[in-house]
Every structure is written in structure tokens, then in C-alpha cells.
């Protein structure tokens, strides 16, 4: 069962990576297979790192920095870029037009306020950590017989700092490109979504923000929301009063 779960959660990375260049036109000229086929080569040649009498050391340093600030940042500006720059209320429109069920205000609470304060709470009481206590990992005594907290070299250190730097300077970096008018995937249709067919079958009407909603998520009387700027357009009109 173990193999099994392990070569699922490998496949879904990987083919998260080999689309992610693919639509990225990296290597226009060059099929999928031989993309996924260098990816799984290179996993395999960067692995073996972890195969030598220091491996454990290397996988908590990588477990320790690489899997856990990186992926709290990352979620933190997930919950930001979905709640206050693309909308809370746009956001819930979305997958009710999905989904045909709305979701409750349990979860645009958790969206918009909860799991932000949750996660920058754990990060700056990890960071302060950090700062107090130091870095250290268990390291195997051979005199004693018995594993000691060792702390990490500063060559270490500047590898972690690199770890969690490589993941999330994407986030600022895009933003920075795309106000230089560079995009990394060129559009190459239109956008398009189907939501008036999507409408018709699940029935839905424009969704009228209540007063509880008006007053958590700052919708305002127009339609639109944020706690600094409108990212929200007015709300739709029903064809007969835009006729």
C-alpha cells in the first residue's frame, strides 16, 4: 500500500511539472515524452543524495525548510490573492456556477479571515522560534551510543534560506513581470467560460449579497469589494432590464 501511495503522489507531481512547461512553451520543438522522460531521470540522479550514509540529514533539511515555510507562504498569498484582489464574493459566484451550490459563510470566513491571521500566526511563532532557540537537528553520536541536537553548519543555513527563496520569490517575481507588460504564458485564445449555460442548468439567479455578507466582506451597495480597492465589477443585469 505504501509503494502504491507513493507512486500516485509521484505521478500527480510530476505531471504537475511536465504540464506546467509544456503550457509554458519552454520546449516547443520537444514531445511530452521525452520532457517526462528527463524529468524522471533527474528526480532519479538528484535522489541518490538521499541514498548515501548522510541522507537523513539532508531529507531533514529539506523537510524542515523546504516543506513547511515554503508551503505556509505560499497557501498565506493563495488565501490573499483569492480573497482581497480577485474577491471573496467573485470567488463563491465562481464555484456556485460549478459546483450549483454556494458556498456557506463558514468558508469565505475561513477564505477571507480565519486561515490568513491562522497561518501568519504560525509563521511568525515558527520565525520567532527560530530566532530564540536556533536550528538544530538529531544527530547520531557514535561514542555515546545516543542521538544528540546538533546545530546546523552556516553552509546549511544559506542552503535552507535558498530552499525556501527558490519557491516563493515566483510570487513577487510574476507580479513584477507582468507589470512590465511580459508574460510568462502568452494567451493564446481568448478567455472564455460557458457561464450562461452553466446558469441554465443549475438554475441559478444573481446572487444578492445579504447584510451579514455586506458587513463581514465589505461588499459594497455596487457590488464590488476590498478592504483597499474594488476588485469586484458591478453585478450583473437581468436581460430585461438591459433592455
Known sequence: MLFTLGIDSQF????????????????????????????????????????????SYIFQL??????????????????????YIYGI??????????????????????????????????????????????????GWNALTGTTDRLEWPHWCIVVAILLILVSILWIPGVAILRLCGINVIEDSE???????????????????????EISLFCIRADGSEGLCCPTYGPREQPLDEEE
Open 190 to 212: 481568448p478567455a472564455w467560460f460557458p457561464s450562461a449555460e452553466l446558469r441554465d442548468v443549475h438554475g441559478i439567479v444573481p446572487h444578492e449579497p445579504t447584510d451579514v
Open 12 to 55: 500527480g507531481t510530476l505531471e504537475g511539472v511536465s504540464t506546467s512547461l509544456m503550457d509554458m512553451k519552454l520546449f516547443p520543438n520537444v514531445p511530452k515524452e521525452m520532457i517526462t522522460g528527463f524529468l524522471c531521470v533527474s528526480c532519479c540522479v538528484i535522489s541518490m543524495c538521499f541514498a548515501n550514509g548522510a541522507g
Open 62 to 83: 529539506m523537510d524542515s525548510f523546504a516543506g513547511s515555510y515554503t508551503l505556509l507562504i505560499i497557501a498565506f498569498f493563495e488565501c490573499i490573492g483569492v480573497s
Open 89 to 138: 464574493k467573485r470567488f463563491a459566484d465562481d464555484i456556485e456556477l460549478m459546483t450549483g451550490s454556494r458556498p456557506g459563510l463558514y468558508w469565505m470566513l475561513c477564505w477571507k479571515y480565519i486561515s490568513p491571521i491562522a497561518m501568519i500566526t504560525i509563521l511568525v511563532a515558527s520565525f520567532l522560534e527560530l530566532a530564540s532557540e536556533g536550528s538544530s537537528y538529531p
